[in-house]
Nanobody, 126 residues
């Protein structure tokens, strides 16, 4: 069992930065890859970024590549999403999620994830 709690959301002007954190608790945190997804009003939940447990491989949506950076600190059981050069279209609720290592071929697919946090709101004003 893995519990996930996001923090760090807020309101920022376009061009600004935010760092989201996802604190995980549970026995097998290192057995999961971690992902960030987002969902804007009226839209489906979309993949943002993911990271393997070794921190060597990372994956990004094209829309955030070069602006967002995902990282993890296994010692602190925490995953981060550094968001720079924010745009109004980045406005959404951001969710942290965990996927078992046996399903890593589906790392961009929301329905394949096993555990989800409650989400944190990110709002970017123009």
């Amino acid at each position: 069992q893995v519990q996930l709690v996001e923090s760090g959301g807020g309101l920022v002007q376009a061009g600004g930065s935010l760092r989201l954190s996802c604190a995980a608790s549970g026995r097998s945190f290192s057995s999961y890859a971690m992902g960030w997804f987002r969902q804007a009003p009226g839209k489906e939940r979309e993949f943002v970024a993911a990271i393997f447990w070794t921190d060597v491989h990372t994956y990004y949506a094209d829309s955030v590549k070069g602006r967002f950076t995902i990282s993890r600190d296994n010692a602190k059981n925490t995953v981060y999403l550094q968001m720079n050069s924010l745009k109004p279209e980045d406005t959404a609720v951001y969710y942290c999620a965990a996927i078992a290592r046996t399903k890593l071929n589906s790392i961009r697919v929301a329905r394949e994830y096993d555990y989800w946090g409650q989400g944190t709101q990110v709002s970017v004003s123009s």
